[in-house]
């Protein structure tokens, strides 16, 4: 059994920042892919970063410059730094985890973020 569980969501003004992790428990001890998605309202989930084995990122072009993905050295916990957040980056925030690939990686249960004009 694997839980993933995200944290950090909330409440900010635009311009603002938030820090979202995710966390893994159970019988896995690492994982090699790691991944935030977002899915706003109305609007199909999409991936916002990827972070890769020895840290390979990868950004979707509406948070270049803005967010960073990180993790911890024991590849159980996922980061998002998000800096200059807009009220468009309004969504439920999902973290997945993978061993091998996304694919068959395990989904966070979300946490929302919510940015004011």
């Known amino acids: 059994q694997v839980q993933v569980t995200e944290s950090g969501g909330g409440l900010v003004q635009a311009g603002g920042s938030l820090r979202l992790s995710c966390a893994a428990s159970?019988?896995?001890?690492?994982?090699?892919?790691m991944a935030w998605y977002r899915q706003a309202p109305g609007k199909e989930r999409e991936v916002v970063a990827t972070?890769?084995?020895?840290?390979?990122?990868n950004y979707a072009d509406f948070v270049k410059g803005r967010f960073t993905i990180s993790r911890d050295k024991a590849f159980k916990v996922v980061y998002l730094q998000m800096n200059s957040l807009q009220p468009e980056d309004t969504a439920v925030y999902y973290c997945?985890?993978?061993?091998?690939?996304?694919?068959?990686?395990?989904w966070g249960q979300g946490t929302q973020v919510t940015v004011s004009s």
């Open positions: 972070i890769v084995g020895g840290g390979i990122t």
């Open positions: 159970g019988r896995i001890s690492s994982f090699n892919v």
């Open positions: 997945r985890l993978g061993v091998r690939s996304l694919s068959e990686g395990f």
